[in-house]
């Protein structure tokens, strides 16, 4: 992966990574690793990538939790504050469905441990349903108030997860997000020949999600998507090269 000097703007973290989003050409998204501490991060850094969005699979297997908010959110701002830390780019941080905090509390965390953006999904964690998409349009439009400027948010989409898993269904709750003051949208495990239908019917950037085996980060931009992201696969692919090094430590 090269670097991405000409893509590189000046300015606050935010500043950086929402310019990142705009003026790219089909088939050069933004790809964003995801580290899951402060050591993973500096290796993306160094390798040249512009910016980093923490994966919630990752931060939480890594501190011992499972996903899907098992985390206690202390322990989440904190890691999130460590990978900031830890390099010179911007990182947007998964926070999951928010932690049951208020929008306002939520973007002082955020703000506070360093991070530059955030994904907020629209599924109820304890339920694992879908949440009414006014409702969640609500509280993105909240969190925008909230952040003004120094966030930039990406609203999760799950209706490939959990919904009726049709272009037309992801294309309106994804209006609703932009509306509110969604940057981009991250329609999770959409076909990738719904990435285009979606992104054209919505107007903000697209995220997908890119899993080994699959098409390039190159391929998705080609096919519509702006921003690559590859959710807790990272951690997950490195774990299994500690496998394989504890089971040849053990011979």
Not at 36 to 64: E, H, I, K, N, Q
Not at 85 to 100: L, W
Not at 105 to 114: H, K, Y
Not at 121 to 146: C, F, H, I, K, N
Request: charged residues 20%.
């Amino acid at each position: 992966m090269t670097q991405e000097t000409e893509h590189t703007p000046v300015g606050t973290g935010a500043d950086v990574l929402r310019a990142l989003h705009h003026g790219r050409e089909p088939g050069d998204p933004l790809v964003l690793p995801g580290p899951w501490d402060a050591a993973s991060a500096r290796v993306f850094a160094d390798a040249g990538f512009p910016a980093l969005a923490t994966p919630s699979a990752g931060v939480s297997a890594s501190l011992g939790y499972d996903d899907g908010e098992g985390t206690p959110p202390d322990e989440m701002f904190a890691a999130i504050r460590r990978i900031a830390r830890a390099v010179d780019v911007p990182v947007t941080a998964d926070v999951e469905a928010g932690y049951g905090l208020p929008a306002a509390e939520l973007v002082e965390r955020l703000l506070a441990a360093g991070a530059a953006g955030c994904n907020l999904e629209d599924s109820d964690p304890a339920t694992g349903a879908l949440v009414e998409p006014e409702r969640q349009a609500d509280r993105l439009a909240a969190v925008r108030a909230a952040a003004g400027s120094a966030l930039v948010v990406n609203a999760r989409v799950d209706t490939y997860l959990r919904g009726g898993r049709t272009p037309a269904e992801a294309v309106d709750r994804a209006r609703l997000y932009a509306a509110a003051g969604a940057d981009c949208v991250y329609p999770i495990l959409a076909p990738v020949t719904h990435l285009g239908i979606i992104a054209d019917a919505v107007g903000v950037p697209l995220n997908a999600l890119c899993k080994p085996g699959t098409l390039s980060p190159r391929e998705l931009g080609v096919l519509g998507a702006t921003r690559i992201t590859f959710g807790g696969t990272l951690h997950t692919e490195a774990l299994a090269s500690v496998r394989s090094l504890a089971a040849g430590l053990a011979l």
